[in-house]
């Protein structure tokens, strides 16, 4: 009988405690997920309390105490669990502090963020709509707080360098913010209130009387689709949205790849481009091109392009180049073609794998003359031009090769073989006898030598939308670092580095692993369209590596500040 | 026929020439040369006219593309402020008008100022701060190459304030624009919206003239543009202003009774009634 009530009370204890156990496990998964990603473009990461920085990717769900950031053209949307919803705009950090969000009872619910830098829309959920004070947001030094009950809808822009400077937008709701330099009491409805250093923040404004900037900035936040403000569980809502958010990577890859023809790896100072008959744009590390593109340099400019067959082309400062054909199917090289025209300036060319599998596919002019390359396998040279006469009857050129063998067609006359580590010059002589002058010539010289000294990526195919944001993601670290270098003391700025790092490294293994699945689907076509042999099978026939490793280039290591500080990815 | 002179023949050549008839001669000369430049002139003049009258009808042509589009509220919340947005295809159609105006007079005012007006609009549907400063800086400029042909106008006094408004530029310039455009064009209606609307988002830079001038134009305003006034007033909380002028009472008057029972309440800023 007492063995009998000993058995009871143990079952009781040992229920309760599964009881608990379950309830325990449960709240903590309630607790534990504050949200998930709905939806980024460009370049934006997410980084956990204790984990490093990886790319944040639609579906991804998050915790308390997890910080996300955006690059240049990155932007990220991101849903809580009660509804909130917050777009991260451009060049953007934010933290997500404490989240508890508690279905049955708003006043135990709390949603505090904290803007380090940037822009957001932040759209409140339950949270906000019935427990305005549970909300706590940060922007920089200032302090935002919901007026009334009922929610509100506001973009919010700080940026602290060297002093805030920052603005508000409201779009619903009513909004309190306390700046640096004084409280600004109410914001409304379809209001508009700056504050900078120096003086006291001015009574709000209608949006409408807002500068140019902050209209464009603020309508580009307005303009985006959010999802429901409805509350979610996060767990089901991350996994329908990854679901989703992979058939359309894949259906954007399978459209977007063919056209593309490369992507800018790395520039320094001022670099355009322009597309087709499209207005001219400033070229960032990690802009796609397609064929019809034109790049300009400036004066002091300098910019690293890459093709998706891994041709590279190096243009030098008052460069202009115009892609007037490209086109590379990896299943099918013979098809593939490549037609570029320095138009004026110097460029530093490195073939890819059109010119080692379809000789004939590669164009090259430069000014008035042509290059052509000899070789069939991997070449490097320079050719710099100055012919910015109209009639381009005055060129003056030099071509300088580093690997491989090739032939210039100038004006004056066929250059019929320029040798590895040999250079050439032409220019306009009324007899043979005549020297060309010196200084345009030593110009052009000078210019090539400098094209010469650049650390350049490997010239292996890429698959361009990877490879593109492992860039844009390099060049944010490389800025990262030399910001938190400028200010050692500065533990935000030393953070928001590793976090940069730990992204543009993560970036670059998923643009290698890419790359690679690319070139084992090249390997599976060919595998395919191979007739069996009595050799064996023909796996056993195909070379290893059929995709051409990349080509041993001896170049010098980069000069620190050489070519005006690049701000690329291996400048 | 044997007393008109033949064109070809010299008086010294001439049989039987004596003064009589070469003085009888140089007048008719004159007279065909007096002729052929009028000729010319007159030519010259149609040509000139030709090529106005196709810039007018181009600028009216752009003018009728925008006036068929729709005010519409740009973003959530700003249904205060609908604008007169022509879309992309207006644009570009209203554009190519503009641009075919200016090949026949380069520099035709009516044209600059239209050409001007589209760039604002394109600043309101910029989705990069870039682009919308690059359009609103040209803006301006088409504004102010557009005075030096109109400098009378109060309408592109009143664009380039507005232009500069954007630009974040509260200068002496903007300040002139609006005092112009004030002193031009005291009774358009249009041009006491644009004045006020800027005056107001500038109002920490207004002297006391200009404030007095403002707060006249508000007035005049009341009697064929009350509406739009009283809702650009509203929309700075200027309840100090428009509830001050009696022309405004049935339509401010719930509004100022709120704006006055808040005000002594001891919240005037919060509740919306600045002093």
Redesign the interface.
């Known amino acids: 009988m007492i063995a009998i009530t000993r058995m009871r009370k143990t079952l009781s204890v040992l229920g309760a405690c599964s009881v608990l156990f379950v309830c325990a496990t449960f709240s903590s998964a309630a607790w534990a997920q504050a949200g998930y990603v709905h939806e980024v473009s460009g370049l934006a990461s997410i980084q956990p309390a204790s984990d490093k920085a990886r790319p944040a990717k639609a579906g991804d769900t998050f915790e308390a105490d997890t910080t996300f950031r955006t690059g240049v053209d990155g932007k990220v949307i991101v849903k809580f669990a009660d509804g909130q919803v917050i777009t991260l705009g451009e060049s953007s950090a934010l933290r997500v502090g404490t989240y508890r969000y508690a279905a049955n009872d708003a006043r135990q619910s709390a949603s505090s963020l904290d803007l380090m830098k940037g822009e957001m829309r932040y759209v409140a959920g339950i949270i906000g709509t019935a427990n305005n004070e549970g909300v706590r947001i940060l922007a920089g030094e200032s302090m935002v707080s919901i007026q009334k009950p009922g929610g509100a809808?506001f973009i919010v822009s700080v940026h602290p360098d060297p002093k805030e400077i920052g603005f508000t937008v409201?779009?619903?709701g009513e909004i309190a913010v306390r700046t640096p330099y004084g409280p600004v009491?109410?914001v409304a409805?379809?209001e508009y209130a700056p504050w900078r250093p120096g003086r006291t923040p001015?009574?709000?404004?209608?949006?409408?009387?807002a500068?140019?900037?902050?209209?464009?900035?603020?309508?580009?936040l307005?303009?985006t689709v959010l999802p429901p403000g409805a509350p979610v569980t996060v767990a089901s809502a991350a996994r329908t949205i990854g679901a989703i958010a992979a058939v359309t990577q894949a259906e954007v890859a399978a459209k977007t790849d063919p056209r593309l023809a490369g992507y800018v790896d790395a520039v320094a100072n001022t670099v355009t481009m322009q597309r087709g008959s499209g207005g001219s744009a400033?070229a960032n590390v990690g802009a796609t091109f397609e064929a019809g593109t034109s790049f300009n340099t400036g004066a002091d400019g300098r910019a690293v392009l890459k093709f998706t067959d891994g041709q590279i082309v190096v243009l030098g400062p008052g460069s202009t180049l115009t892609i007037d054909q490209y086109q590379f199917d990896p299943n099918n090289t013979k098809a593939s073609k490549s037609v570029v025209d320095l138009v004026n300036g110097g460029m530093r060319y490195i073939t890819g794998n059109i010119q080692t599998e379809n000789h004939e596919g590669i164009n090259i002019t430069a000014g008035a003359s042509i290059v052509d390359i000899l070789t069939t396998g991997p070449a490097d040279f320079t050719v710099v031009v100055n012919s910015k006469d109209p009639d381009k009857q005055q060129e003056i050129g030099v071509a300088r090769v580093s690997l491989g063998e090739i032939a210039v067609f100038t004006p004056y006359g066929p250059i019929s073989k320029i040798e590895t580590d040999r250079s050439n010059l032409w220019g306009p002589k009324k007899s043979p006898t005549d020297p060309i002058p010196v200084a345009s010539a030593l110009a052009v010289v000078q210019a090539a030598v400098a094209l010469q000294q650049a650390e350049l990526p490997d010239n292996s195919p890429v698959a361009i939308a990877s490879a593109a944001l492992a860039a844009a993601a390099q060049a944010e670290a490389n800025k990262a670092q030399a910001l938190a270098n400028a200010n050692p003391e500065n533990a935000q700025l030393r953070a928001a580095a590793q976090a940069a790092v730990d992204l543009a490294s993560a970036t670059t293994q998923a643009a290698t692993a890419a790359a690679e699945a690319s070139a084992a689907n090249v390997i599976s076509a060919m595998l395919g369209t191979l007739p069996p042999t009595a050799a064996g099978a023909a796996v056993a026939q195909i070379p290893a590596s059929p995709v051409p490793g990349p080509v041993a280039l001896v170049v010098p290591t980069a000069t620190p500040g050489a070519g005006g500080g690049c701000t690329g990815s291996r400048c | 026929m044997a007393d008109s002179p033949t064109p070809n023949r010299s008086p010294r050549t001439a049989p039987g020439s004596g003064a009589a008839r070469a003085g009888h001669r140089t007048p008719t000369r004159w007279r065909q040369a007096a002729y052929a430049a009028l000729f010319v002139l007159l030519a010259l003049t149609a040509v000139q006219c030709a090529r106005l009258g196709l810039a007018g009808l181009f600028v009216q042509t752009a003018q009728r593309e925008i006036d068929r589009s729709t005010a519409v509220a740009l973003y959530p919340g700003m249904a205060a402020f609908p604008v007169r947005m022509p879309g992309t295809r207006a644009i570009r159609d209203a554009t190519h008008y503009f641009s075919n105006s200016l090949e026949y007079t380069a520099d035709n005012p009516w044209a600059l100022e239209g050409m001007g007006t589209l760039n604002l609009a394109s600043m309101r549907i910029s989705r990069t701060p870039r682009q919308a400063l690059d359009v609103t800086r040209t803006a301006r400029l088409r504004f102010r190459q557009a005075l030096q042909q109109r400098p009378t106008s109060p309408f592109l006094w009143a664009n380039l304030a507005l232009s500069k408004l954007y630009l974040d530029e509260p200068d002496e310039e903007l300040l002139t624009a609006l005092r112009y455009a004030d002193a031009l064009g005291p009774w358009e209606p249009s041009v006491q919206q644009t004045v006020l609307f800027v005056g107001l988002a500038t109002w920490q830079s207004l002297d006391a003239e200009l404030r007095a001038a403002l707060v006249r134009s508000l007035e005049r305003g009341a009697l064929r543009n009350r509406q739009k006034m009283f809702e650009i007033a509203k929309s700075y909380r200027r309840f100090d202003l428009v509830c001050a002028i009696r022309k405004y009472e049935d339509i401010a008057g719930p509004a100022c009774a709120k704006a006055a029972a808040t005000a002594v309440s001891g919240e005037p800023i919060r509740q919306g009634f600045r002093r």
Do not use: I, M, S, Y
């Open positions: 809808d409201v779009a619903f009491h109410r409805n379809d001015p009574e709000p404004l209608p949006f409408a009387a500068p140019a900037v902050v209209q464009a900035a603020a309508g580009e307005w303009a400033a």
